[in-house]
């Protein structure tokens, strides 16, 4: 491709390109290109966002799930898991630890745990919102009815992750069995924005099957779909799936989707995700140079840890959770940016 930089000159200036232009920059294989996009992609992250690195602290709340996504390590098919959920008071206690360090974000993040009834759910916001009133509450926690969403909304809950997965229904369709349905994905997300949540959604980067169109689909669903935050990581596979022997998206591919990403949508907040750690040692710093201003680091008790595995080779560390915030500070200040005790919202949302 010859006009890579006149498309992402106009990709900066317009935050928009055809669908036919949106392919060629992901294929393009000019030398240069990619600095270029991710210099791009750093301009407009600190225009909106300055230097600010925001944390999130995640905590792992269950790996017991309904669900069978065929990708994921923790699908309920895997006998081979070893399953574990947190109570009320353990949750609890990973927001005081997580307080101390800085955190002014909690996200909780689990399967689809039937333990999880909406009375409790609303109970832990609500405990987590008296004690911590400065801070947001995330929540990750797969699929409800809208009736559901909102009761977390009113008692406090602020964000809201759901991905998207895959934007095409067909490609949706082989990822996940056939009782989870991708009109419902979509409707969940709808319904979220309608609530009022800030709301994050996202794929994954090579995930089985997906080609190019798959990923022209995908941007152009978030153009259109304007979420406040995309959670975007490669895929890795998992050995207890049926996808153990498909490769993992490249640390090249989920740089370059972040920068598009971030020149789609200047004001999104966009993590470098710990999958993007995970496939390389300095993915999240490479995450951050490409246009991502938020890192989660992991919150949760060091016992569950190594048990909450989506995928190969997560990075799980023994370490205390102060240990690893101190580690992360210093890699973000390695690229020049700086970790931030903040809640972050996103700018619709600021005071
Ligand atoms: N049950 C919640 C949380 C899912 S885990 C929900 O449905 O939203 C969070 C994200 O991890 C998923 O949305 C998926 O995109 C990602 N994930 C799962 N398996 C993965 C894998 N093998 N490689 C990379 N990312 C994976």
């Known amino acids: 491709m010859s006009n890579w930089k006149y498309l992402t000159d106009r990709l900066a200036a317009e935050h928009h390109l055809t669908d036919e232009e949106m392919k060629a920059v992901l294929l393009c294989d000019a030398p240069g290109f990619d600095e270029y996009i991710s210099e791009k992609a750093r301009k407009v992250r600190e225009a909106y966002y300055g230097k600010d690195v925001y944390l999130r602290g995640l905590i792992e709340i269950s790996n017991i799930c309904r669900n069978n996504c065929y990708y994921c390590g923790i699908r309920s098919g895997n006998t081979n898991c070893e399953r574990y959920r947190l109570s009320k008071e353990q949750i609890l206690s990973c927001c005081d630890i997580g307080y101390e360090l800085g ?18 759910i609303v109970s832990i916001i609500g405990d987590i919102k008296k004690k ?17 969403y909102q009761k ?28 989870m349905s991708f009109e419902h994905r979509m409707k969940c997300l709808r319904d979220l924005k309608e609530i009022g949540y800030q709301v994050g959604t996202g794929m994954m980067v090579g995930s089985p099957y997906q080609t190019a169109e798959h990923l022209v689909k995908d941007l152009r669903f978030l153009k259109e779909f304007r979420p406040h935050m995309v959670g975007m990581g490669p895929f890795i596979p998992h050995h207890d799936t049926q996808y153990a022997d498909r490769p993992a998206g490249t640390v090249e591919m989920t740089v370059r989707l972040l920068a598009i990403i971030r020149l789609l949508l200047p004001d999104v907040l966009l993590p470098a995700t710990t999958a993007l750690g995970t496939i390389d040692p300095v993915g999240r710093e490479k995450g951050l140079l490409a246009g991502a201003n938020v890192i989660m680091p992991n919150l949760s008790p060091a016992d569950v840890r190594a048990k909450y595995l989506l995928y190969d080779n997560k990075k799980v ?25 903040a809640r972050g919202d996103h700018a619709d949302f600021r005071e």
């Open 103 to 120: 955190f002014r974000t909690f996200v909780m993040q689990g399967g689809e745990d039937p333990f999880y009834t909406d009375e409790l």
């Open 132 to 148: 911590y009133p400065d801070c947001a509450v995330t929540l990750s926690m797969g699929e409800f009815e809208k009736e559901s």
């Open 152 to 179: 977390f909304f009113d008692a406090g809950a602020d964000r809201y992750l759901l991905r998207h997965e895959t934007a095409d229904k067909a490609h949706y369709e082989m990822l996940h069995p056939a009782g």
């Open 317 to 341: 560390t023994g370490d205390e959770a102060a240990e690893a915030v101190r580690e992360m500070e210093k890699r973000i200040a390695s690229v020049g940016y700086e970790a931030v005790v």
